[in-house]
C-alpha cells in the first residue's frame, strides 16, 4: 500500500504543471504560443537541467560548494583587521593530495590570538588602540563574555624572555612569535571549519572568531581550496578534507595543548569526515568536536534544502540529483563517520533554521546515541528555540552559547579517548 501511495504522488506531481498548462490551453484560458513557451520552460527547468546536473560533476560541485558567491566584494584577506581581527595572522599552507604532488595547493589561514596574549602583547603587536576600543565597547555591551579559564600564569612567567626576544613583531618575525604563543602550555587551540559560498572573512564567521578570542582560545580558520585566495582548484569531499587535515597537522606539529574542531553547516560534513580520518590514522586527535548547524548526509540535506523545493516529489529526483553526487563521492556521510571516531560531540542548532533544517541536526544526534560506543566520549544536543531568530548563521549572538562552549571545552580538555 505504501508503495502504490509513493507511485501515485510521483505521477501526481510530474503531471500537475504540465497538465495544468494543457488543461488551461485547451479551455481557452492560455493561447498556443504561451501554451509552447509554458511547455519548453517546464522541459527545460525539470527535465533538461536534472538531466544536465547527473552528467557534469562540474556542475554538481558548483551547486554543492558555491565557491562564486563571494562576500563582502572587495575583502582583502590578507589584512584582517579590516573585519576587526586585530592580532590576527594571514598566511598560506601548501597541501599535497598525495605523495608524489609537486606542486600542491596552497590555501589561505588566519591565526588569531586568545584575548589573554593580545593582552600582554599589545604593544608589541602594535594594536593598543584597537584592543581599548573592543574593551570600551565590550563594557558597554550587556552580557559581555566571561572569559574561560587560561594559561595566563604559564605565560605570564614567560613574557620578559618573549618580549625581549620580540620587541615589535614585523613581517620578518610574525611566524615565529605566533608559533612561539601557540607552544606556550596551558592554551586551548579551535579549528572552525567554515560552510559553503564566501570566505574565511564573513561577517557571521567573523563573530564566532571574535567570541572564541574572548574565551581565550587560539582560532585557526581557512579557505578551502577554490574558495576566496586560496588556489582555484575545484574543490571536492576527499580535496577539502584533506586540507582541513593538513591545518590540523599544522596545528598538532607545533603545540601539544588541546585542539577543538568546530564546523558549521557543510564544514560539519568535513569536520566529522576529518575525525574519522584521524582516527584511522591512529594520529593524535582533536580533544572533541562542536558541530553547530549539521546534516546527516548530503543526500538528507539536499533533498530538504529550499532550493531543492520544485524538484523533490519529481519521479526522476534521485536519479538525476542525488544518486549521481554519491556516485562522484560528494557524500558528506556525517551519520557514518560520526561513530568512527571516539571524541565527545556538541551539537548546537537552531529550530528556525531554513538551510539546514533542524530535524537533520537532531536525526545526526540520535544517530550518534544509538551507534557510539558506551566508553567513547558522550554526545550533547542543544536546541535553541525558533523565536530568538538565530537561524543559519547567528547561533554565535545566543547569550547561553558562550557558557555551553566553556563547559565542553573545560570538560574535556584534558581527557583523551
Partial sequence: MYELHS?????????????????????GLVALPVLVIALFLFILIFVVFPLAFRSSITLQRGILFLTFITYPKGLDLTKPDSVGLYATRNFYIN??????DDDGVNIGVWHVLPKYAVRRFKRELRVETAYAEEEEHLRSVAGTVQSAPTNEHELEQLVPAIRAEFPVIVPENEQLFYERLLRTPGGVVVLYLHGN??????GHRSEVYKLLRQLNYHVFTFDYRGYADSDPVAPSEEGVVRDALTVFEYISNITSNPIFIWGHSLGTGVATHLCSKVADLKERGPRGIILESPFTNIRDEIRLHPFS??????????????EPMFQNKLRFESDKHIYEFPQPVMIVHAEDDRVVPFILGYRLYRIALDKRSRSWGPVEFHRFDAKYGYGHKHLCRAPELPGLIKNFVES?????Y
Fill in 7 to 27: 507511485c501515485l504522488n510521483l505521477v501526481f506531481y510530474a503531471t500537475i504543471i504540465p497538465g495544468s498548462i494543457l488543461i488551461s490551453w485547451l479551455t
Fill in 95 to 100: 597541501v599535497r593530495d598525495h605523495d608524489t
Fill in 197 to 202: 559560498t564566501a570566505t574565511r572573512g564573513s
Fill in 309 to 322: 523545493r520544485p524538484f523533490r516529489h519529481l519521479p526522476w529526483f534521485e536519479y538525476s540529483i542525488s
Fill in 412 to 416: 574535556y580538555r584534558n581527557v583523551i
